[in-house]
């Protein structure tokens, strides 16, 4: 595609449940970023894959939290026992390069919001 | 460690002048500079690498200062359409700074 695709763009879960996020980066792109957005802050660094290899997962709040990128192109962003302080904007990113050096496009997001 | 930016918040009239700062705890190779607008994602401004160098495109314009592990982002004559959130951003991972909200009132 043209651009950084996530979906859904918006998901309400209930309290507990699990839930899967999806983030299809531009094609070819090495680099790929994960972060997450309450309301009214910044992007918070999540996680970051090079290819297929998770390079840092230093963000990851808790244990709950697990991302994934098999075949270096589409990544996943799972939540497991969802918390209402999970409730927040989580956005994607992708880049060309290995090291920051070129610019990163971002999806729209999705909204998640735990009920 | 996130970055530190400063002002937190700005509110100039239009046709006035703005510089944000950005301040890193660890080495720079690479400083990004992003917006954001009110429910949208942050859009790219620019990327300074390592040497000191200064860019700019159109009346935006910024410096980064490896030495001093700061840059900082120009903004000349503002128009309205310059509102929103503006993030540095460092590292290989793409660290986000503390953000600057700037408002360009009419």
């Known amino acids: ?115 | 460690q996130q970055p530190v930016q400063s002002p937190q918040a700005v509110i100039l009239r239009e046709g006035e002048d703005a510089v944000i700062n950005c301040s890193s705890s660890k080495a720079l190779y690479s400083v990004h500079w992003y917006r954001q607008k009110h429910g949208e994602a942050p859009v790219f401004l620019m990327i300074l690498l390592k040497g000191g160098e200064q860019k700019g495109h159109d009346k935006i314009s910024a410096s980064f200062n490896e030495k001093k592990q700061q840059s900082s982002l120009y903004l000349t004559a503002s128009q309205l359409s310059y509102s929103g959130t503006y993030f540095c951003g460092v590292t290989e991972k793409l660290t986000f700074g503390t953000g600057t909200r700037l408002t360009i009132i009419p």
């Open chain 1, 1 to 115: 595609g043209a651009g950084v695709s996530q979906s859904p763009r918006y998901k309400v879960a209930k309290r507990g449940q699990d839930v899967a996020l999806r983030c299809d980066p531009i094609s070819g792109h090495v680099s790929l970023f994960w972060y997450q957005q309450a309301l009214g802050q910044g992007p918070e660094f999540l996680t970051y894959f090079q290819n297929e290899a998770q390079l840092d997962k230093s963000g990851l709040p808790s244990d709950r939290f697990f991302a994934e990128r098999p075949e270096g192109s589409v990544s996943t962003l799972k939540i497991q026992r969802t918390q209402q302080e999970d409730s927040a904007v989580y956005l994607c990113a992708s880049s060309s390069d290995r090291g920051g050096s070129t610019e990163a496009f971002f999806g729209q997001g999705t909204r998640l919001t735990v009920v």
